[in-house]
């Protein structure tokens, strides 16, 4: 790369999902992320029975990012050929891992559900 | 998930939207100029350059002269050719990456005066010119091969993926068969300069793995064959390639030039250092010589003592301007340059010639300038690649260094092939990367 700013990144990331899909994907990340932070700020504190059930999650987030990123590109687990590779596929699989535990924890605290609700305070950190 | 992914990237971005916004200061006022500017070609040169010229420059009058109405990715075409992306997968109109602010002349250039300044066109179209660039790509010498014509792509085991997007995709169809059929595959390169000296290989290697996926290794006799008496243009890459041949099992047959071929018998002559050689078939893939179009040498622009068969343009290797006439600029494959006909190196030879040609309407001396360079993700089988990028003194000029090894078959270089490559390309098209 040549001139690598945040511009030239943005300019790629558009071109390859398109200008509308990679804002769709920005608009509903920030949101998400947004959500999170509000849901915090409101119930001030981590609510760890909420937080039990996002990390239950996050395997499936790390497979379903990575699965993603495979089929996308034809590529297969063997193709993993150096450190760089791991790191990267490490990195995918954390990056869907975190997101969807994000997710799950801001849509369980923003739609709520009957097992955290009962729980009441959420007092007890395990 | 996927997004939480591209978020994080934005956000890492974001780091450098500081060091941004320093740069864009420093381009920020336009030169006010009536200059006419003249293109030719609207490859990925000169859109390139006209969309970074147009934000440069204002008032300035900008001319691309090209009868293609389609613009075509062409380091798509090696994945056309494997069938790993459709024909269409290349192929966009020209005029959408035009900026506003340029004519675009579709007509086919007749000659250049570059005493006078005119170019003119075959339809009797002519154009004055204060600045020339002249970036119209190469013709692909077909006729040069005996026996060989493009309508037999696709049939008889012959292929010619640098022909074109169809025949790109014709290409597929007689390797396809190959690949399920075995037999010997002959996979060629020619002795003028060509386009990505990479393709051949890359080429090489996907219908070696394509085979060995679809259990057919055992029928294959693969064979690479080269005018040249080394496998790439840079040693150390030579090397590499040499031991992945022998890994896969890939014979090679160096110092023959492929002259005809019977597409009946199934038969290949090849010129040799002492004579001719026949080898028999079941799959070729023709690359036929490469040289500047006729204009070019006919208009006097070409090295008299260079490549004198092949016709490239007459410049300085680190400007590209024109040795004889300042006011012309060489761009992309025409440029007679030791290295670099490669969608990547146009990457690198755009903002040196618009800086030139900037700085000279400025009225001052331009500084920036080429040193070669050249990329080549070089890919080893489907799921991996070797990003090899390397300049005019044959040095590897990673990148990444110590992230990504540039010798080494990589996952991540096949991703930056298949996912960011066109991404890329497009960006650059649009004069923003």
């Excluded at chain 2, 009058?61 to 790993?84: C, E, F, K, M």
């Excluded at chain 2, 670099?340 to 040609?357: C, L």
């Excluded at chain 2, 070797?386 to 990673?398: A, G, H, K, R, T």
Aim: some cysteine; hydrophobic content about 45%; glycine content about 8%.
């Amino acid at each position: 790369m040549k001139d690598l700013t945040f511009e030239t990144l943005l300019a790629v990331f558009e071109e390859i999902f398109g200008p509308t899909l990679f804002w769709v994907m920005v608009v509903a990340a920030v949101v998400i992320t947004l959500g999170y932070l509000y849901v915090l700020i409101r119930d001030r504190s981590v609510s760890w029975r909420k937080f039990l059930f996002a990390q239950l999650s996050m395997p499936v987030g790390a497979v379903l990012a990575v699965w993603f990123v495979m089929v996308m590109t034809k590529s297969r687990l063997s193709d993993l050929g150096g450190p760089i590779d791991v790191i990267l596929f490490l990195g995918i699989a954390a990056a869907g891992a975190l997101g969807m535990a994000v997710f799950v924890y801001t849509v369980e605290s923003l739609l709520g559900s009957k097992r955290t609700l009962e729980g009441g305070t959420d007092a007890k950190p395990n | 998930m996927d997004r939480r992914h591209f978020l994080t990237a934005a956000l890492a971005g974001g780091a450098a939207a500081s060091l941004l916004s320093a740069e864009s200061a420093a381009q920020a006022q336009p030169v006010q100029t009536s200059a006419r500017i003249v293109i030719i070609g609207a490859g990925a040169g000169g859109t390139a350059l006209a969309n970074r010229l147009v934000e440069r420059l204002d008032g300035a009058q900008i001319t691309l002269i090209d009868p293609r109405q389609n613009h075509l990715y062409q380091p798509g075409l090696t994945l056309v050719a494997t069938g790993l992306k459709p024909a269409n997968y290349v192929v966009s109109d020209t005029a959408q990456w035009l900026p506003d602010g340029v004519t675009w002349l579709s007509e086919r250039v007749a000659a250049v005066d570059p005493e006078t300044k005119i170019v003119s066109t075959e339809n009797g179209t002519t154009l004055g010119y204060d600045w020339l660039v002249v970036a119209p790509g190469l013709t692909l010498d077909h006729d040069a091969i005996d026996g060989f014509t493009l309508d037999m792509v696709g049939e008889n085991g012959i292929g010619a993926l640098y022909a074109g997007p169809d025949y790109a995709a014709r290409t597929w169809q007689a390797a396809a068969r190959f690949t399920e059929d075995g037999g010997t595959g002959v996979f060629t390169r020619p002795a003028t300069e060509m386009k990505c000296a990479g393709a051949p290989l890359k080429h090489t290697f996907l219908i070696d793995d394509i085979a060995r996926r679809a259990g057919n290794a055992g029928k294959m006799n693969m064979v690479y064959t080269a005018p040249q008496s080394s496998l790439f243009g840079v040693p150390i890459v030579a090397e590499k390639v040499r031991m992945l041949f022998q890994d896969r099992g890939v014979e090679t047959l160096m110092n023959r030039t492929l002259t005809s071929i019977d597409a009946g018998a199934k038969r290949a002559t090849f010129a040799t250092q002492s004579g001719t050689e026949e080898v028999d078939y079941d799959y070729i893939h023709v690359i036929p010589p490469q040289r500047a179009p006729d204009f070019v040498r006919q208009s006097g622009l070409s090295w008299a003592n260079k490549w004198t068969d092949q016709g490239w343009v007459e410049c300085d290797m680190a400007t590209l301007r024109h040795l004889r006439y300042p006011d012309i600029f060489a761009l992309g494959d025409v440029a007679g340059v030791p290295k670099g006909k490669t969608a990547a190196s146009v990457k690198w030879q755009v903002p040196v010639v618009e800086d030139h040609i900037v700085a000279a309407i400025e009225g001052r001396d331009g500084t920036e300038t080429y040193n070669g360079y050249t990329s080549c993700p070089m890919i080893t089988r489907i799921g991996r690649a070797m990003l090899v990028e390397f300049d005019y003194n044959n040095n590897l000029v990673p990148s990444f260094p110590g992230m990504i090894a540039p010798l080494e078959e990589l996952w991540i270089s096949w991703l930056m092939k298949e996912v960011a490559l066109k991404a890329t390309y497009n960006a650059m098209l649009r004069g923003k990367a």
